[in-house]
């Protein structure tokens, strides 16, 4: 799916815990994620801490997005 | 590490007050192995009760779902005794002696959680996709006690602990039987070893355990191996039970207890130990659901294969989808220690077989032995008899909506058969 919207002309940002996966498949702007059950939320912590989290990741993969990037390249968070 | 097995098979199966085996028919009371069970403190809290079956080979019976499969042995030398961490006391097994009823298993079957999986047909079609129709199978169905739908995990415990423990109980039986078949297994420390075999290949085998948690589970000597770092273990350890499965969704390529006591690729090493090889230990790690852990894991592989100085590693997967990547992960990491690999797995290819097999790959995973095609289609007819409930048939793994059609039949994936792609190479889908 990433592939394909990118064909389009769209700008993808894959968002997953499995990262040599998204490597493999092709992505071009990886966020690594928690963990594959719960790839954007933890729930060993508080839902204060947890929102602040999942804002953090969104955060980073809107940075991603609008980031030049030369080859496949992952976004550590 | 040296361990005998000795073999008393048993061809049928008899209810009965008294408790033996005689000429090759295990006469067994399940009142008594209820019982046996019912000693276990969390069995008792969460079972309501339990009833019994015998399933033959050739007989028209359609188990599910299936929960595990366990062989019933017992240690009858040496240290330790079978399960242990679980059911015996921690103590290093693998030596000694060890009796095996061979021929038959305990199945332990019923609701789980939700939705549970894995089918055993005695006859037809499905049989042949599943060792366990050749064997005679004394069916432990399980039903939950009031108020457990809150406590699911502790439940499947219970149910866990349950077939280990009939499994226990019947192998008791065979305690003071001459075995009808005696095999030795030995493997030797590392100075030992290459004294012995100086011109022969050091191979070790890396056996992936299956730890995504959710029913997806594996236990070492009663430790939930999702908590466990990369280790070694004499493969008579594995003879013995120390490693026991918690995991049963996705029938078809997980491995049962049945599977861990009778690794085929121990099995395999062991015949060409000393002649074309020298086997020197089994490796087990981990498949988690965290980056870091595929990564810590998959490190400490390839680190101990290097400090082993071996040649060559046999890999076998458990599972399929996100452990690929941890094979993938294994199998490179090694190759870059100098280590030769081959790997087991099997193939998610799509019902046509046309689609990418594994969700990871690596040119250096260069040598793969397949245990087949899951997503391929089979009709399963009708049968007799159902041990167990066809309730969840059309929800699980493979199955899909009409997957049980009007008339009885089933139609759906490989997936839903217990065992039927096995990573091990337990089965003969493809290469063996």
Redesign the interface.
């Known amino acids: 799916m990433v592939k394909e919207i990118e064909r389009a002309g769209i700008p993808v940002v894959h968002m997953c815990?499995?990262?040599?996966?998204s490597m493999?498949v092709g992505a071009n702007r990886i966020v690594?994620t928690?963990?594959?059950?719960h790839p954007l939320g933890n729930p060993a912590l508080s839902p204060e801490e947890e929102k602040a989290l999942r804002r953090k990741l969104v955060e980073r993969a809107l940075e991603a997005l609008t980031t030049e990037v030369e080859d496949q390249t992952i976004f550590e968070v | 590490m040296k361990l005998e097995l000795g073999y008393i098979q048993i061809n049928d199966i008899q209810f009965s007050k008294e408790c033996k085996v005689e000429n090759s028919t295990l006469f067994v009371d399940p009142d008594a192995v209820k019982a046996f069970m019912y000693e276990d403190d969390d069995v008792k809290a969460w079972v309501k009760d339990f009833s019994f079956d015998v399933a033959k080979p050739g007989e028209s019976v359609r188990i599910t779902p299936v929960k595990d499969v366990i062989e019933p042995r017992v240690k009858v030398e040496g240290p330790g005794g079978v399960f242990p961490g679980v059911i015996s006391k921690v103590d290093t097994v693998g030596s000694g002696k060890t009796h095996v009823l061979r021929g038959m298993a305990v199945v332990t079957a019923g609701k789980i959680v939700g939705f549970q999986e894995g089918i055993i047909d005695m006859s037809g079609p499905g049989a042949d996709y599943t060792p366990f129709s050749k064997l005679n199978n004394f069916v432990v169905v399980a039903e939950p006690a009031e108020g457990y739908q809150d406590h699911k995990h502790e439940y499947e415990h219970a149910v866990r602990i349950a077939g280990l423990r009939a499994a226990t109980f019947i192998g008791e039986i065979g305690r003071n039987v001459t075995p009808d078949e005696t095999q030795e297994f030995e493997t030797l420390g590392i100075k030992e070893g290459i004294e012995k075999y100086p011109d022969l290949p050091r191979v070790a085998y890396v056996h992936m355990l299956q730890t995504q948690g959710l029913l997806h589970d594996t236990y070492v000597y009663g430790v939930d191996a999702k908590r466990t770092l990369t280790t070694i273990l004499n493969p008579t350890e594995t003879m013995d039970g120390a490693i026991i499965s918690g995991n049963c969704v996705s029938a078809c390529d997980k491995n049962t207890t049945y599977h861990h006591l009778n690794n085929p690729v121990v099995k395999a090493l062991f015949a060409a130990h000393g002649k074309t090889l020298n086997y020197v230990c089994n490796i087990i790690t981990n498949e988690n659901v965290y980056l870091a852990d595929k990564q810590r894991s998959s490190d400490w592989s390839a680190k101990l294969c290097r400090l082993l100085d071996l040649d060559g590693a046999i890999v076998s997967q458990e599972g399929f989808g996100n452990p690929d990547t941890d094979l993938i992960m294994n199998t490179k990491k090694i190759e870059l220690q100098g280590v030769k690999t081959t790997i087991i797995t099997d193939e998610y290819a799509g019902q046509d077989g046309k689609s990418q097999s594994l969700a990871d790959a690596d040119p250096l995973a260069d040598a793969v032995v397949t245990g087949g095609n899951a997503n391929e289609v089979i009709i399963l007819p009708k049968m007799d008899k159902v041990i167990g409930t066809l309730d969840y048939v059309d929800v699980i793994a493979g199955g899909h909506a009409g997957s049980l059609r009007p008339d009885g039949t089933i139609e759906a994936e490989l997936q839903v058969i217990t065992g039927a792609t096995n990573e091990m190479g337990f089965n003969c889908l493809s290469a063996r």
């Open positions: 815990t499995v990262t040599p996966i493999t690594p928690i963990a594959i059950p």
